[in-house]
C-alpha cells in the first residue's frame, strides 16, 4: 500500500505515513452486485430480520417472576410443613420406642423364665425312691436296732404292741447302751448314766418321743442313771434286708422290708422271718441317715412263718387229742372242739413266747 500524502510504500495495516505522518485513507472496494442479490423492495421487507421489542418483553417476564415467586414460597411453605411435622412426630417416635423396648426386655424374661419352671415340675406322691448308699446304710442301722428291740426279753415285741411312747423310749434307749451305738458325741456311753440333755436329744431326733420311764432309771442333777443290767433276748437278728422305699410326701418315706430272727435256745423258740413297714420323716439332726421313726405300721411273722404255726398248733390239736376231746382223732373233731382246743394251743404259744395270754 502507498501513501496518498507522500506516496511512499508502507503497510498495509498501518493507519499513519511512517514518512509523513499522514493517515492513511483505506479504499474498499464494494463488491459488484449479482443478479441473485438483486430484488425488489417488497422482498427485502420480506426477509429482514424481527427487531426486538422492548415492549412485548415487559408482558411475559413479569408473569413469569411471580410464578417463580409463588412456586419459591410454596415450596419454602411446604419444607417448613415437613420440618415442623418431623419435629413433632419424632418425640413420639421415641417415646415408641422407648415403650417397645420394655417389652422386648419383658418377653426375654418370659422366655428366661418358663424354661426354669419346666426344670422344677410338681412332685408327685407316693413315688418309688432309692436312697443313697451311705443314707441307706444308716437307715439300715436303725432298724437293725429297732430288730433288737422287738427280740428283746420274750421277743415279738411288735406284735404285742407297736406304740411309741415313754416305755417304748426306755426300751430303745436301753439296747442302745448294751449294743454300744455311739450317740454321746459320737461315742458309746462309759457305765450307766449319761448327760438328761442328750439321752433326750437322741431320743427325740431316733424316735420322735424323748421322755423315758422305767423302774430301773432315776434322773438326778441333770443326769439319767440306769440300774445295771444283762442284757436278755430271747432271739438274735441277721442284718434287716430293704426290699422297697416309698417317698410318701415332702419328708416322709415308707420303709419295707425283712429281717430273720435266730433263737438264743432252738429247745423253746423256732426261727421265724417278720416282714416289717415303717415310715420315717425327714431330721437334719438324726444321725440316721437324717431320718427319724414315725410310725411302726407293721412287724410281724411273714405269712409262711405264721402258716407254719397254724399246722404246728393243728400237730399239737392232734396229738393231745385223746385228753382233749374225749380220745377223739383231729377228723372226728367237731367245730366247736376244734374252736377250742386251737385257742388253748394258741394261749400257751403266746404265754411261752411273749410272756402274754389271751
Known amino acids: 500500500m502507498f501513501c496518498t500524502k507522500c506516496g511512499k510504500e508502507i503497510d498495509d495495516s498501518a493507519k499513519f505515513c511512517k514518512y509523513c505522518g499522514s493517515p492513511v485513507e483505506v479504499v474498499t472496494e464494494e463488491p459488484l452486485e449479482t443478479s441473485s ?18 415492549k412485548n418483553r415487559k408482558r411475559w417476564v413479569v408473569p413469569v417472576c411471580v410464578a417463580a415467586g409463588i412456586a419459591v414460597l410454596g415450596g419454602m411453605g411446604v419444607l417448613a410443613a415437613n420440618m415442623t411435622k418431623a419435629e413433632k412426630e419424632a418425640p413420639k417416635k421415641v417415646v415408641a420406642e422407648k ?51 422287738d427280740a428283746s426279753g420274750s421277743g415279738h415285741n411288735f406284735v404285742i404292741d407297736r406304740t411309741i411312747d415313754s416305755d417304748f423310749a426306755f426300751s430303745f434307749l436301753l439296747e442302745s447302751m448294751l449294743f454300744d451305738v455311739p450317740f454321746v458325741d ?97 431330721n437334719p439332726d438324726s444321725m440316721w441317715g437324717g431320718y427319724t421313726l414315725k410310725s411302726i405300721n407293721k412287724w410281724d411273722e411273714t405269712l409262711e412263718a405264721q402258716m407254719k404255726k397254724f399246722v404246728e398248733t393243728l400237730g399239737w390239736c392232734d396229738h393231745n387229742s385223746n385228753r382233749m376231746t374225749n380220745a377223739k382223732s383231729l377228723p372226728e373233731f367237731s367245730s366247736a372242739d376244734l374252736s377250742k382246743t386251737f385257742l388253748w394251743f394258741t394261749a400257751q404259744f403266746d404265754e411261752s413266747r411273749n410272756n402274754s395270754k389271751m
Open 37 to 54: 442479490d438483486v430484488g425488489t423492495a417488497e422482498d427485502a421487507e420480506a426477509f429482514e430480520e424481527p427487531v426486538f421489542q422492548p
Open 186 to 282: 459320737g461315742q458309746p456311753v462309759e457305765g450307766w448314766s449319761m448327760s438328761e440333755d442328750t439321752a433326750r436329744q437322741y431320743l427325740s431326733t431316733s424316735i420322735g418321743v424323748s421322755d423315758c420311764t422305767s423302774e430301773i432309771i432315776s434322773i438326778s442333777d441333770g443326769m439319767i442313771s440306769v440300774e445295771p443290767v444283762q442284757g436278755l433276748c430271747a432271739y438274735g437278728n441277721d442284718t434287716p434286708q430293704i426290699t422297697k422305699v416309698t417317698q410318701l410326701s415332702e419328708t416322709d418315706i415308707q420303709v419295707l422290708g425283712s429281717v430273720n430272727y435266730t433263737p438264743e435256745i432252738v429247745q423253746i423258740h423256732q426261727p421265724y422271718t417278720a416282714d416289717f413297714d415303717v415310715t420315717l420323716t425327714a
Open 99 to 149: 415403650k417397645e423396648e420394655p417389652k422386648k426386655e419383658t418377653a426375654k424374661e418370659e422366655q428366661t423364665a418358663e424354661p426354669e419352671a419346666e426344670k422344677e415340675p410338681e412332685a408327685t406322691y407316693p413315688k418309688d425312691i432309692t436312697l443313697d448308699a451311705e443314707v441307706q446304710n444308716k437307715v439300715t442301722e436303725l432298724l437293725d436296732l429297732l430288730s433288737k428291740v
